[in-house]
């Protein structure tokens, strides 16, 4: 998982889910598990 400040590009990646978890937000993906980020 990597830790960014800004999610903006891996929003755009298709299958991405944004989720917003004890205050945080996360992208996760299902169909690419790599693409796993959290800003903050």
């Given at each position: 998982m990597k830790v960014r400040n800004s999610l903006r590009a891996l929003k755009a990646i298709p299958a991405a889910q944004i989720v917003r978890r004890r205050g945080r937000t996360?992208?996760?993906?299902?169909?690419?598990?790599?693409?796993?980020?959290?800003?903050?």
């Open positions: 996360f992208v996760i993906n299902k169909a690419n598990p790599r693409m796993k980020a959290r800003q903050g």
